[in-house]
């Protein structure tokens, strides 16, 4: 049996002309109409190219979820042009509701081809090749051959032949039809279906993840609970109480460099996180390195990013220390040159904000500016501009730990106030103006970013694509090809026969294969393995 | 080890003067054959065409019954100058292949981890899919094509990206370094032979439908339904060796970016490049998709290839920031 295909698949017969009196639908009629219209394969096809056009704008305007700060960066530097484009969706593309209805359609296509071919394989499985043609010359790889023996022993042997070949054989009268490579269709069954399997895994499963980031700084743990996450996605069906119970401590944090020789950059070669994980009770020594993540129960937790976090200790004019611990400086360059911000809301006579960098090896350009020449603490240095005023952080509306608004904060140092910057090497320790205190850099403890995540998506995604990339192996490579042994005439030095064959689908080695079926029938037959002179 | 980085790049330099020597006489070999045509190819080319028209409106099947017929047009239509020019060529990659080979040993791993390094391992690779092509097809007719592509890469590579050699960042120590980025070569020179044979397929089914216009060494080619037969091959096997790209650089993203997919820029064109084969594939299977519209598809497809090593690499935000640049 033909597999079944889409009408407007090349392999299948070409419609009769319409044009002339169609007969009128009725509801149902269009309904059928429209339905094999989303099946054919011209509709699929033309899905398949929209799809690749409508993931094109995600790669040129930041993503929400991949890039959110250049979200945040686009709408600053073109206000008017982000409005437009937000309404289009096009910072959420890939969920956005257009891109959305062209991979459902796709699907539901894909889908609604695939499950009647499925009824229609299963049924040619189990059914026998269909009867020979009357007239198999004008076919491929048409040959005749003689062989020494009665019609009914060299269709015997025939059929042996052509079962060894892989073939599933069926006699009509004089002849055998034989048809091969059933795999090819099946293979194609499992690519299609492994394609909604992975869609169905990410849709359904993918509900139950959730990822959360923290930073940790060195000799700090970390639990993992919704409140001690510096950002949290959770899926749709996510259920505080499915968080794993486990903690993560900081203990040493190890970055290795080289240098170029000839521009004098930085070149990372290795970070180690050494941590102690606790689970259930249980302590145990573990490292996350970049490609090593480590596993805890259900999660898997990545090492994303590291930095510095100078300890920055405020005293009040008395000496009595109100502020005292590590502030992460975000790395804004890769010889960490990095931006902090330290709010000391309470304790001093007014609230005092403070945006500085830290340098990890500091060295003077011309200019007299500070830069850091080398991401490894040689010569640590933090500057700081201090202001003092309302940080509005008393309100209760949350506020970005990494920045400070300072418009309506007066500058103490740095700037424009006529104070130079607090200019603090490690260990230092140097007045605020007006008396109001002073700021010490006390050390310098490391951190580093983590992500934890849980992805019950993996494994079904994986297990499809490894079924899809064999579906697809066996459906581009297993030939399905049908080939006939018929019987021409009977006489008193034996039989001939004549072969020939028929692709279904891509098949540039049938030829060959019918040559190959003569060749070993006639050698089984113990007949010369060449064409018989007609 | 600077010895090594040092006499990669003669040998990479010699390569090039050889593969602009082997252009000149592949090109040579075109013009002669366009300028005295052996009657016994066009009587040839025409037959097939002629059977060609009837394959199409039967089943695809015909395209192999004419086989025999193209093979001697191709063997009549081959010139001294091509066999001068596939022997350079073969020399050319020698050159190649080594000078990649010793980049590789300067830095003690894979000669494949920034721009420059790829674009000497992926023109490597895809020159080498040409000359090995050969066993199995006579496609020489190509070779104009590729080495000219070769040489124009190289000269890309060498001028613009050229960095020294430095130790892999963390996010690179992997062994999926050297699989996933491997596969995606050996995928990149699969599509670069099958654009190839797309180009000439559209060139020669223009020269059937006009007879008057067009290039006249196509006449000597085989005929435009076999080289679409011979590019759909090529290509699926691309297609395979690009879904396995995308699955293993899956696998590593979630070992080093603790996610399988991001839509990170280059994930994204990664999945156009996916999407738009794939649909090479059903065209091919689609009526009144065959034939010119599934050839354009595919040099569609191949130029989104060269659009993301270039473009996406360059200009593009994302992680797969590795050009080194």
């Known amino acids: 049996m033909e597999p079944l295909r889409p009408s407007d698949h090349f392999d299948s017969e070409t419609p009769a002309s319409t044009g002339i009196a169609q007969p009128k639908l009725d509801a149902v009629g269009w309904l059928r109409f429209a339905w094999r219209q989303l099946t054919s394969m011209r509709t699929a096809l033309v899905l398949l190219l929209l799809l690749a056009v409508a993931a094109i704008p995600g790669s040129l305007v930041p993503q929400r979820s991949a890039d959110p700060n250049g979200v945040v960066q686009f709408r600053d530097n073109n206000p008017d042009l982000f409005a437009v484009l937000d309404t289009l969706q096009v910072f959420d593309t890939y969920t956005s509701v257009w891109f959305s209805s062209i991979y459902l359609l796709l699907f539901v296509s894909l889908i609604g081809c695939v499950i009647p071919r499925t009824r229609h394989h299963w049924r040619a499985m189990r059914a026998a090749p269909p009867a020979t043609p009357a007239r198999l010359k004008r076919l491929v790889g048409h040959t005749e051959r003689q062989v020494p023996v009665d019609a009914a022993a060299a269709l015997d042997t025939g059929e042996r032949v052509l079962r060894r070949a892989g073939y599933r054989v069926a006699r009509y009268g004089n002849s055998l039809s034989a048809e091969r490579g059933y795999l090819r269709e099946t293979g194609n069954l499992v690519f299609h279906f492994a394609l909604v399997g992975v869609l169905l895994t990410v849709g359904l499963a993918g509900g139950f993840g959730y990822n959360g980031q923290r930073v940790i700084v060195q000799d700090q743990s970390f639990t993992n609970q919704l409140t001690s996450f510096d950002s949290f996605s959770p899926g749709r069906f996510f259920d505080e109480t499915r968080l794993d119970p486990f903690s993560i401590r900081l203990d040493e944090f190890e970055a290795v460099y080289d240098i170029n020789t000839e521009t004098g950059a930085p070149i990372p070669l290795d970070y180690t996180a050494s941590v102690t994980v606790v689970e259930n009770g249980v302590e145990r020594a573990e490292q996350i390195k970049v490609n090593e993540p480590l596993s805890i129960g259900g999660t898997t937790s990545y090492l994303l990013g590291n930095g510095f976090a100078p300890w920055i200790t405020v005293y009040d004019p008395e000496g009595t220390a109100v502020f005292s611990q590590p502030v992460p400086f975000l790395p804004q360059t890769s010889t960490l040159t990095s931006l902090g911000v330290v709010k000391v809301p309470d304790g001093l006579d007014e609230q005092l904000g403070m945006i500085g960098f830290f340098y990890p090896t500091a060295a003077t350009l011309e200019s007299g500016a500070l830069t850091s020449i080398f991401p490894e603490p040689d010569l640590p240095v933090v500057t700081l501009n201090a202001f003092t005023g309302d940080l509005g952080v008393n309100e209760g509306v949350p506020r970005n730990v990494y920045s400070l608004n300072t418009d309506d904060l007066t500058q103490i140092t740095g700037g424009e106030s006529g104070v130079e910057s607090l200019v603090l090497p490690l260990g230092d320790k140097v007045d605020l103006p007006n008396g109001l205190g002073s700021v010490e850099f006390t050390s310098l403890p490391r951190f580093v970013s983590i992500d934890v995540h849980h992805d019950p998506t993996q494994e079904g995604v994986f297990i499809s694509s490894v079924l899809a990339l064999l579906g697809l192996l066996i459906s581009l490579f297993v030939p399905r090809r049908r080939v006939w042994i018929s019987v021409v005439r009977s006489d008193d030095d034996g039989v001939t026969l004549e072969y020939a064959g028929l692709a279904r689908g891509d098949d540039p080695g049938l030829e060959r294969a019918v040559t190959d079926v003569a060749d070993a029938h006639s050698a089984a037959l113990g007949a010369p393995t060449e064409p018989a002179r007609v | ?325």
């Open chain 2, 1 to 325: 080890m600077e010895n090594f980085a040092a006499l990669s790049l003669v040998a990479i330099y010699s390569a090039m003067g050889v593969y602009t020597l082997s252009f000149i006489m592949f090109t040579l070999d075109l013009a002669k054959r366009s300028a005295a045509r052996p009657v016994a190819v066009v009587a040839g080319a025409t037959v097939n065409e002629a059977s060609a028209s009837v394959a199409e409106s039967s089943s695809a099947s015909v395209a192999t019954a004419v086989r025999p017929v193209v093979d001697a047009a191709l063997a009549s239509g081959a010139t001294r100058f091509q066999r001068i020019a596939f022997a350079l060529a073969v020399l050319g990659w020698l050159l190649h292949f080594g000078g990649t080979v010793l980049r590789g040993l300067a830095g003690g791993r894979v000669p494949w981890a920034n721009m420059f390094e790829f674009g000497l391992t992926a023109t490597a690779i895809g020159m080498g899919v040409f000359l090995f092509a050969q066993f199995w097809k006579d496609l020489k007719f190509l070779g104009a094509y590729i080495t000219g592509f070769t040489l124009l890469s190289l000269g890309i590579v060498t001028v613009n990206f050229y960095v020294d050699v430095v130790p892999l960042p963390p996010a690179l120590q992997s062994a999926w370094l050297v699989i996933h980025v491997f596969v995606a070569s050996l995928a990149t020179g699969f599509f670069a032979l099958g654009a190839g044979l797309s180009i000439m397929q559209l060139l020669s089914s223009r020269r059937a439908a006009h007879k008057t216009e067009g290039l006249r060494f196509v006449d000597t080619l085989p005929g435009a339904t076999t080289l679409e037969s011979l590019a759909y091959r090529v290509n699926v096997i691309g297609f395979v060796f690009w879904t396995f790209t995308l699955i293993a650089g899956a696998i590593w993203a979630e070992r080093a970016w603790g996610r399988y997919w991001g839509w990170d820029t280059k994930e994204v064109w990664t999945f156009i490049i996916w999407t738009l084969f794939a649909g090479y594939i059903h065209a091919r299977a689609t009526r009144g998709w065959r034939g010119d519209r599934s050839a354009w598809l595919a040099i569609v497809g191949f130029s989104a290839v060269i659009f993301n090593y270039t473009i996406v690499n360059l200009f593009f935000k994302g992680l797969h920031s590795y050009s080194g640049l």
